[in-house]
């Protein structure tokens, strides 16, 4: 079939050339992006005629898909939370798993003015999530990657959540006073781990993803970091693997944090874990 003879409906036929759990899905979100269109309008014209210019360019992006690009980094886009974000190789792209992390932060703080830290923020989609939410939330994020920052601050703009501020700077070392809240998605992949070797991670930054000692090394960082920047009953959260959850409370336990509690994510999965700071516990490390 020729390009001039390319229908919508044929074109989402192709989706089959990529392996992907996602395949049908991955072929309308990059039609959508050629074609600047809801995925509503694929279902009501299945039987447009793509001009030659479109019908090129979606080619283009399916074969790079099918070499396992990422769709995100192929439409430099990625929805999160309710926002959508400019995404890049660069950073990590947004996960809906990540939601759970937003969820824990909105629902640890009543209602109120609060100082909020997000460490390690990448395309700023943990921070901004948060501050479409909460107003009344004046949040810092922080990254120690410029390009992430430069990006994080454009997603900003972008949104107009004039209550983020983005500081350059690994973890907690940019920030200034106290917190009431601070919450991160750090690497924690085991630098061994066969599935960096798989799907969309292998076009993701290996410094956002591994970390020394099975995947631990930044959590317990920042873990320790946070204790000097938290207020008294304020909230330290972390994403994590599924399989480190207990690992990760026992890292908290021992610099002293107190309420620790693990909260599961859309698959059912552990993978955030909080624990409130109380100044003069024990730390027994």
């Not at 279902?43 to 210019?53: A, H, I, K, Y």
């Not at 830290?117 to 909460?134: V, Y």
């Not at 873990?223 to 909230?235: F, H």
């Given at each position: 079939?020729?390009?001039?003879?390319?229908?919508?409906?044929?074109?989402?036929?192709?989706?089959?050339?990529?392996?992907?759990?996602?395949?049908?899905?991955?072929?309308?979100?990059?039609?959508?992006?050629?074609?600047?269109?809801?995925?509503?309008?694929?279902?009501?014209?299945?039987?447009?005629?793509?001009?030659?210019?479109?019908?090129?360019?979606?080619?283009?992006?399916?074969?790079?898909?099918?070499?396992?690009?990422?769709?995100?980094?192929?439409?430099?886009?990625?929805?999160?939370?309710?926002?959508?974000?400019?995404?890049?190789?660069?950073?990590?792209?947004?996960?809906?798993?990540?939601?759970?992390?937003?969820?824990?932060?909105?629902?640890?703080?009543?209602?109120?003015?609060?100082?909020?830290?997000?460490?390690?923020?990448?395309?700023?989609?943990?921070?901004?999530?948060?501050?479409?939410?909460?107003?009344?939330?004046?949040?810092?994020?922080?990254?120690?990657?410029?390009?992430?920052?430069?990006?994080?601050?454009?997603?900003?703009?972008?949104?107009?959540?004039?209550?983020?501020?983005?500081?350059?700077?690994?973890?907690?070392e940019p920030l200034e006073g106290q917190f009431d809240l601070i919450v991160s998605n750090p690497p924690y992949?085991?630098?061994?781990?066969?599935?960096?070797?798989?799907g969309d991670v292998r076009f993701e930054p290996a410094s956002a993803?591994?970390?020394?000692?099975?995947?631990?090394?930044?959590?317990?960082?920042?873990?320790?970091?946070?204790?000097?920047?938290?207020?008294?009953?304020?909230?330290?959260?972390?994403?994590?693997?599924?399989?480190?959850?207990?690992?990760?409370?026992?890292?908290?336990?021992?610099?002293?944090?107190?309420?620790?509690?693990?909260?599961?994510?859309?698959?059912?999965?552990?993978?955030?874990?909080?624990?409130?700071?109380?100044?003069?516990?024990?730390?027994?490390?």
């Amino acid at each position: 079939m020729t390009d001039q003879a390319l229908t919508i409906a044929r074109a989402l036929e192709l989706a089959q050339r990529i392996d992907s759990d996602s395949a049908r899905l991955d072929a309308e979100l990059l039609l959508c992006h050629v074609l600047s269109k809801p995925r509503s309008y694929l279902f009501t014209w299945p039987e447009r005629v793509l001009d030659p210019t479109d019908a090129a360019q979606f080619k283009a992006l399916l074969t790079r898909r099918i070499a396992g690009e990422p769709v995100a980094h192929l439409t430099g886009t990625r929805e999160f939370w309710t926002l959508q974000l400019e995404v890049s190789p660069d950073t990590l792209i947004p996960r809906p798993d990540t939601e759970t992390l937003v969820e824990a932060a909105l629902a640890a703080l009543p209602d109120g003015n609060y100082r909020v830290a997000d460490l390690g923020t990448g395309s700023g989609a943990i921070a901004l999530a948060l501050a479409s939410e909460r107003s009344g939330w004046q949040i810092y994020a922080t990254d120690r990657v410029r390009s992430a920052v430069a990006l994080a601050s454009r997603n900003r703009d972008r949104h107009q959540l004039a209550n983020v501020q983005v500081l350059e700077g690994s973890w907690c070392e940019p920030l200034e006073g106290q917190f009431d809240l601070i919450v991160s998605n750090p690497p924690y992949i085991d630098e061994k781990d066969p599935h960096l070797s798989q799907g969309d991670v292998r076009f993701e930054p290996a410094s956002a993803l591994v970390a020394p000692d099975q995947g631990l090394a930044d959590i317990r960082l920042i873990a320790s970091q946070s204790r000097d920047k938290l207020v008294k009953g304020g909230w330290l959260i972390l994403e994590h693997g599924f399989t480190q959850a207990q690992a990760v409370s026992d890292i908290l336990a021992r610099l002293g944090y107190v309420n620790i509690e693990t909260l599961h994510d859309l698959g059912g999965q552990p993978r955030v874990t909080r624990g409130c700071w109380q100044p003069g516990g024990k730390d027994k490390e």
